[in-house]
């Protein structure tokens, strides 16, 4: 079966300040799947996430060199805007960060801030947005009260919508479960699976099972401390395993 590369990670190294955080990463994520990061604290998950949005950039002293290429294009070359990258490829953080506003101002808030202003058509798109992250049954009778009203696991859902509602074909997720309980990881867990089929998703964890149970794939970033030149240095190992059941993906193991 033909699959089709979505993002092209080629000898990524990145360095905060003098610290070289990422060493040569290379790795291919195809279209529509799922693939998760994992490893110990500290090793490079966020940091190599973040560079597919390219909020790294918002970091200053911090330097790249190689390339990351999301449909052909490299994000980094000098013609790319940002802002419509972004739009492309959303984002969810750890902990749920709902804006201040309504429950439907939060998922209408990318189509506004894009200068939507088809009243009608962003109805529709909140309530098609929310449907598509498994909330609408829980909220569509109370869309105008704050968002903070929500719990934990369903702001999380609502974060989800909101990244969603801009029509990104890419979504990170940091830890999106990791602050939340059982029964809320479990929702979100479910709600990545079906996102599956029409997003090509990017998540971090630190749990092997939850890696296990989300995606087709796993980047496993492990790091080793060696000692080089009375500097701590952490060493970054990076393998790729495919479960049997899913199209092959391939990467490369670099380690320095
Ligand atoms: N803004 C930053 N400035 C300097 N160092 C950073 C910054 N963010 C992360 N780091 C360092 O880069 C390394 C990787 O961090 P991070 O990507 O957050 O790891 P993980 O997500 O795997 O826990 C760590 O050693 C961390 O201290
Ligand atoms: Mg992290």
Known sequence: MDTTVKIDARDVNFWYGDFHALKGIS???????????????GCGKSTFLRLFNRM????PATRLTGEIRIDGENIYDKGVQVDELRKNVGMVFQRPNPFPK?????????????????????RQRVE????????WDEVKDK????????????????????????????LLM?????????????????????????YTIVIVTHNMQQAA????????????????RNFMVPILRVTMFTSPNSTPSRSTISSC
């Open 143 to 170: 869309l105008k009260e704050s968002a903070f009203a929500l719990s934990g696991g369903q702001q999380q859902r609502l974060c989800i919508a909101r990244a969603m509602a801009v029509s990104p074909s890419v």
């Open 102 to 122: 309504s429950i439907f101002e939060n998922v209408a808030y990318g189509l506004r801030v894009n200068g939507v202003k088809d009243n009608a058509f962003i």
């Open 174 to 198: 940091d830890e999106p479960a990791s602050a939340l309980d059982p029964i809320s990881t479990a929702k979100v867990e479910e709600l990545i699976h079906e996102l599956k089929e029409r």
């Open 56 to 59: 790294n950039d918002l970091i």
């Open 213 to 228: 149970r989300v995606s087709s794939a796993l980047l496993i970033i492990s790091s080793f401390i060696t000692l080089e």
């Open 128 to 135: 098609e947005t929310l449907k598509g992250a498994a909330l």
């Open 27 to 41: 790795m291919e994520i195809e279209e529509k799947s799922v693939v998760a990061f994992i490893g110990p604290s």
